[in-house]
């Protein structure tokens, strides 16, 4: 059997369709998107793996297909085909999110994290905040969910701390960079002194994530209340480092039983990246492009 077909026959056990034309694979992810292996060494073997908008004229000059691994063993490109499904995934959920599109989080503005493109965050009640971290270990997408309420009185804590921070004898020269940090990191600290944390879970299942986190709208004032403060140095800041596997909780102020725990800082490169995020959408924004200019001809006509 070529490696071709040896890649066919294991997507075929896991029940993932692919088809062969000359010497490219091709194995739809969604309707708007596929990743070819195309062999390079038939001997070794080795195959090129790309990531393309699907059902995309090859001579179209403005189609081009984005390399992204080079895979050496069958396993290697079933693993590749399954990597770029959970991203697939992630994005979907993202923008989800993001955009409002489910009537059952319409309401809430989700803003993606300047730092960590998988979390995003929401305002909700009188001074909460939802977040939602997606995950995708292990090709595994799964969406971690915060409940966060922040002192209302917050914000004339951080400007009390910066305005004595200003009225001190210092003599130390900022500069704008500095203070942008100096002021993060002050309501960072302060943020995370007066949090109270309710953790919501782990899902697996995105159509009740929406579920859940309408239902943790409509009752964020409610939580606001009956939370309890935390106990000191609970909340160091709202993650702590992430640790290997499902271990989110080496911090010895968590609850030990707690899985649910969870961090921003640290997820294996080799799982998901922003790279893959932005091969993602910038092979659907391509799609969309081409999808514009079969519009525009079709009024022309």
């Known amino acids: 059997m070529s490696f071709f077909e040896d890649i066919a026959a294991a997507l075929d056990r896991e029940d993932i369709e692919s088809r062969v034309n000359g010497d490219t694979l091709f194995v739809p992810i969604t309707l708007d998107l596929e990743v070819q292996f195309v062999t390079i060494d038939e001997d070794l073997p080795a195959a090129e793996v790309y990531v393309a908008a699907a059902d995309v004229d ?13 895979v050496f063993s069958v396993e290697d490109a079933v693993d590749a085909v399954a990597h770029h499904v959970a991203t697939d995934r992630v994005v979907a959920l993202l923008r989800t999110l993001l955009d409002g599109d489910d009537d059952r989080v319409s309401d809430l503005e989700f803003e993606q994290d300047p730092e960590e493109a998988t979390l995003v965050s929401a305002e909700v009640g009188e001074s909460s905040v939802l977040q ?3 995950s995708a270990n292990g090709n595994d997408p799964v969406a971690h969910v915060r409940f966060i309420a922040q002192d209302e009185n917050l914000d004339d804590i951080v400007d009390q701390a910066i305005a ?19 002021f993060a990191d002050l309501y960072a600290d302060a943020a995370s002194l007066r949090n109270e944390v309710l953790t919501l879970g782990s899902f697996r299942d995105f159509d009740k994530l929406l579920d859940v986190l309408s239902l943790a709208a409509d009752r964020a004032e409610e939580w606001e209340d009956q939370l309890a403060p935390v106990e000191d140095g609970f909340a ?24 649910d725990d969870f961090d921003v800082d640290d997820f294996d490169d080799d799982e998901l990246d922003d790279d893959d995020l932005d091969d993602e959408e910038s092979e659907d924004d391509d799609d969309d492009d081409d999808s514009d200019d079969d519009d525009d001809s079709d009024d022309e006509k």
């Not at 090859?58 to 080079?70: K, W």
């Not at 702590?240 to 707690?258: A, H, K, L, V």
Request: proline letters at 0%.
């Open 132 to 134: 939602v971290l997606v």
């Open 58 to 70: 090859s001579d179209d000059d403005d189609f081009e297909a984005v390399l992204v691994s080079v």
């Open 236 to 259: 160091e800041s709202l993650y702590e480092s992430y640790r290997d596997g499902d271990d989110w909780d080496d911090d010895d102020d968590y609850d030990d039983n707690d899985e």
């Open 164 to 182: 004595e921070f200003w009225d001190s004898d210092t003599e130390t020269i900022l500069t704008d960079e500095d203070r942008r940090k100096m």
